[in-house]
């Protein structure tokens, strides 16, 4: 039995969604560590394109072409192929394989997220991988937490648009906001990030130019958006940049990471927070209810986690094999926002899925037999 006979289990539809895509919509989707290793190119036209760097992508496309035609209701895609993404060391290859699903438009809520985890599991489990090392996290927590402090609009939108990047809060926190926004921010004081976004555009539209190197043209407007809120918005003090600190890095076994929630927001006085700890706290039971233990016992619950795609906006999770060199072996989460985004809002479905990585599956399988 294979991880793609565990799936089929599952029913819906095998689909085999494109290769190759309009670069613009996996560079501005995906972070910035993915992001360095899309592999693009050029048509005669001069038109970018890209090489799939994950399958999420081109099914969610497909879902929403089949869904503005008229599909309605839940639906499951299943599909099996190749990613490419360029290697990060000399041991890399430049394609690998991934089969998985994408639920789209079904229930909502604590047993979906345990039920895709539990169907993951068992494709990792058809491949002869018993057991797992897990990192959950949950992209809507540090939102949420930032909008219970009740800080000033432009600290709270700057610190959620700088969650969504590998060192952004701390940065955003460690700005100085007499002299850190200079040039084109200080310019830009008091914009919106939509007007700043405008005038980005408009620069590289003008010089006929695009970035370079990991920085898409959102982070830049992203970053300059930031900037220019920080001339604006008030200092915080030295216990608010704390206990933001303190959220940020909870990393904790899966089990505690509710009252490790509560610990600090009680303690800081935090109103308006419990109905997330309580989110987390019901889909804890639901994982411990449908999971292999041997998924869960070293399993940990890290805030930070879960930004390396940006497209994802709830529920996350990768497997892998403690003190092993190759890498997650399964990962996914829910993405509810992706369909409308790339719609235009003429799709609105909720969406949730994972894969597994059968190479590195068996490689391990290999090596416990």
């Known amino acids: 039995m294979s991880a793609v006979d565990a799936f089929e289990q599952l029913g819906g539809d095998f689909i085999r969604p494109d290769i190759v895509l309009e670069a613009a919509i996996p560079l501005e989707l995906s972070g910035e560590a993915v992001r360095s290793r899309i592999c693009t190119f050029s048509d005669h036209d001069g038109r970018e394109w890209a090489l799939r760097p994950d399958l999420t992508l081109p099914v969610a496309i497909a879902e929403v072409g ?50 895709l985890y539990a169907a993951i599991c068992a494709g990792c489990m058809a491949e002869g991988v018993e057991r797992g090392s897990a990192r959950f996290g949950d992209l809507a927590i540090f939102p949420a937490f930032v909008d219970a402090l009740h800080l000033d609009p432009e600290i709270t939108a ?20 007499d002299g850190a926004a200079s040039g084109f921010a200080r310019r830009l004081a008091g914009q919106s990030y939509e007007e700043v976004r405008a005038f980005v555009d408009d620069v590289f539209a003008l010089t006929g130019t695009q970035p370079i190197g990991e920085r898409s ?14 001339r604006t ?23 505690e990471a509710p009252s490790e929630m509560m610990r600090l927001a009680t303690d800081s006085r935090v109103r308006g927070f419990e109905e997330f700890v309580s989110i987390l706290s019901d889909r804890i039971d639901a994982l411990k209810s449908t999971t292999p233990v041997a998924f869960l016992e070293d399993a940990r619950f890290i805030t930070r986690f879960g930004r390396r795609f940006t497209y994802y906006d709830g529920f996350v999770f990768d497997i892998s094999a403690e003190n092993d060199g190759t890498g997650s072996f399964a990962m996914g989460g ?25 190479s590195r599956l068996q490689r391990l399988a290999g090596r416990l037999k």
Request: net charge negative; aromatic share 6%; proline share 5%.
């Open 233 to 255: 918005a008030p200092d915080l003090s030295q216990g608010q940049r704390d206990l933001i600190e303190s959220f940020l890095c909870i990393d904790v076994p899966l089990p």
């Open 158 to 177: 700057g610190l959620k648009r700088a969650f969504r990047q590998e060192g952004g809060v701390r940065a955003f926190l460690d700005a100085d906001r």
């Open 66 to 115: 089949l869904r503005l035609e008229g599909i309605m209701g839940e639906s499951l895609r299943r599909y099996d192929g190749p990613v490419f993404r360029l290697p990060r060391n000399a041991s890399d290859t430049i394609e690998l394989r991934q089969t998985g699903f994408e639920r789209f438009a079904a229930a909502n809520g604590p047993v979906a997220d345990a039920t």
């Open 334 to 358: 829910r993405y509810d926002s992706l369909l409308t985004n790339l719609s235009d809002g003429a799709v609105d479905v909720s969406a949730i899925g994972g894969v597994v990585v059968p």
């Open 217 to 230: 043209i959102r982070d830049i407007s992203e970053r300059l958006a930031e900037l220019a809120a920080s």
